[in-house]
């Protein structure tokens, strides 16, 4: 809650864990490497200025760079950049969501 589709579906990706599961149903392991992806990817778009996904500028006119590092995002049906399996897309809250069926089962 609060981070943003975008950022959830590459915290969820690389944790490895399906975006349909339950919150409660996690396990302590996983909220760990949920925490631990926040802290990476959040630090990793500050970075590059964000996420631009269309014409949105910061105030100082500078895009967001961060979308050239994401892994699930708008990428329905590619190839998984680790497995090979197409990425799916979801609609969940009216919000897309992108996950691999392999590797986050």
């Known amino acids: ?12 990706f690389r944790s490895r864990i399906h975006p349909q599961r339950a919150s409660g149903k996690l396990l302590k392991k996983e909220w760990t490497k949920i925490i631990k992806y926040t802290q990476s ?31 699930v995002y708008v990428t329905n049906k590619q190839a998984c950049p680790k497995c090979g399996v197409p ?14 069926t392999e590797c986050q089962k």
Not at 2 to 10: D, Q, R, V
Not at 87 to 100: A, G, P, Y
């Open 1 to 12: 809650v609060g981070l943003g589709n975008i950022y959830a579906s590459e915290i969820l």
């Open 87 to 100: 990425i799916q897309r979801i609609v969940q809250q009216q919000r897309s969501t992108f996950f691999c």
């Open 41 to 71: 990817i959040l630090e990793e778009a500050i970075k590059n200025n964000g996420t631009t996904m269309s014409d949105f500028r910061r105030v100082d006119d500078k895009p967001g760079k961060f979308q050239q590092f994401l892994q």
